[in-house]
């Protein structure tokens, strides 16, 4: 059975309407941005917040899309028909009704092509970086597919499995803002191994609760395959309980973790601001393990990485090799030297609660002249936004944190908690805008200053990355 998908398929699977071209047309490489096609792409057309990607359907022609799938009622009123027949014969162009529905349904059916390991992977925080680290693993054994950067929302996670070539295992992220959406791309990836990293504070103005967030996160059962296996982070006190309650349940679980007793525990750990060092015991053989970014949250990644080599059999010497030589995704504890020898660290990608507080304790273990954090605003919190910025003020003053900036009015109560927790006045700088925070670190920052970047992605706090970097 071929596992290329033609037009014919969105036709029988999405009820789309063929106004150009020839059904038997295979689909290329996806893009839904129109600066990344090439020649035999097929470009679909999303309608976001404040973009609508349908409507530039003619500069993905332009560009070389051989397909362009088209959201019916962003176009219908537009489209000149007997032009495109004149100047694009050799296209094909598909209206649907819902181009998010047809991208998932598309990828439902391509996973259903394949019987590979996949492994699916969801929580609160650390989902991207265990991503990586898993990937590294797999790949010393199968031509692994995995999520590109942060590629895993109702759209994103259906792009990926959409890239599913020649490969024979497949690493997807799964994201939520919403109770529901973990369930549904658990149906389409289909997961033959499913990992919680944990279960945090993210998204809780949404969902209202930790429990909530729990329930959300168990969604990724749903779509765990019959005889599949659940790998969770026993330390995370949530799945911990989780797990002590539903011990005798269906699912196969694999437990890993530094404090509770778990499947795969390391011992004779060593921290340092460059990785970590642990010994672990397999199977009566002693290992020594080598992580090359530091911080707990990082060795916990790799005993996530560890129990899902060993459970497909791949030797003790490549997991760690694909441990000690795995590529972290950008803006994720991304370390950097500036050229006036200043230590960056940006995480800025997103960011809640137990993100900073992780974050904040990996640069209050490290050596350098001054530590520096620059924290903006955390966001869709809710309710509970007021209390958790101000927990993370506690962790500024609790790690000995030398300077901090705020950036956002909602990081000003970090601001606050920190000076209450017996910051000095005159460590703490407040902060409108990206601006006045970059004007400050280039005017007061010294060599051999470590500086910490880390906010929600709203924040754009790449900016500031970018401003000092260079």
């Known amino acids: 059975m071929s596992k290329k998908l033609q037009v014919k398929d969105i036709i029988k699977l999405c009820n789309g309407e063929l106004i150009l071209g020839d059904e038997q047309t295979e689909l290329g490489e996806f893009c839904k941005d129109t600066r990344d096609v090439k020649d035999g792409c097929t470009y679909i ?21 051989e397909v362009c799938i088209l959201q019916k009622a962003s176009v219908e009123s537009i489209l000149n028909r007997d032009e495109l027949k004149q100047n694009y014969s050799d296209r094909t162009i598909i209206l649907v009704e819902n181009s998010v529905k047809t991208i998932q349904e598309l990828a439902k059916y391509k996973r259903s092509l394949y019987s590979i390991p996949v492994i699916g992977i969801t929580g609160s925080v650390g989902k991207t970086s265990t991503k990586d680290i898993i990937a590294s693993v797999m790949s ?16 994103g996670m259906p792009l990926t499995v959409l890239g599913l070539k020649d490969h024979n295992a497949m690493v997807v992220e799964m994201g939520m803002n919403q109770k529901g959406e973990i369930s549904n791309l658990a149906q389409i990836a289909k997961p033959t191994v499913a990992v919680i990293t944990n279960v945090g504070t993210a998204h809780i103005g949404n969902l209202g609760s930790r429990e909530n967030i729990l329930k959300a996160k168990l969604e990724i059962l749903d779509g765990l395959q019959e005889n599949g296996t659940l790998v969770i982070n026993n330390d995370n006190d949530m799945l911990h309980k989780w797990y002590e309650e539903n011990k005798h349940e269906k699912y196969n679980v694999i437990t890993f973790g530094m404090e509770n007793k778990s499947d795969i525990m390391p011992y004779d750990i060593i921290l340092s601001e460059n990785g970590s060092t642990y010994k672990i015991d397999i199977d009566g053989k002693t290992y020594q393990v080598g992580v090359t970014v530091g911080g707990n949250h990082f060795v916990l990644n790799s005993l996530c990485a560890i129990a899902i080599g060993r459970l497909f059999d791949i030797e003790m010497q490549d997991i760690l090799d694909g441990i000690a030589n795995f590529e972290l995704t950008k803006r994720r ?77 909602l990081a000003k109560d970090i601001a606050k908690v920190a000076k209450e927790k017996g910051m000095k006045k005159d460590a ?43």
């Open 333 to 409: 504890m991304q370390v950097e030297k500036s050229k006036d020898g200043i230590t960056i660290i940006n995480d800025c990608y997103n960011a809640n609660y137990d993100s900073m507080k992780a974050a904040i304790e990996y640069l209050g273990n490290i050596n350098s002249n001054r530590k520096i954090v620059v924290l903006g605003d955390m966001l869709e919190l809710g309710e509970f936004s007021k209390q958790l910025h101000k927990k993370v003020g506690e962790e500024v003053a609790k790690n000995k944190i030398d300077v901090l900036i705020t950036v956002g009015e």
């Open 140 to 155: 010393k054994k199968y031509n692994t597919l995995k999520t590109l950067g942060n590629y895993n929302n109702q759209i």
């Open 45 to 65: 057309g999303f309608k976001g917040e404040h973009h609508d990607g349908n409507l530039m359907y003619v500069d993905a022609l332009k560009n070389g899309a």
């Open 428 to 470: 703490i700088i407040i902060c409108d805008n990206n601006a006045e925070a970059i004007k400050w670190i280039k005017e007061n920052t010294k060599k051999s200053d470590a500086i910490l970047l880390k906010a929600s992605n709203g924040l754009n706090f790449q900016e500031i990355f970018n401003a000092i970097y260079e």
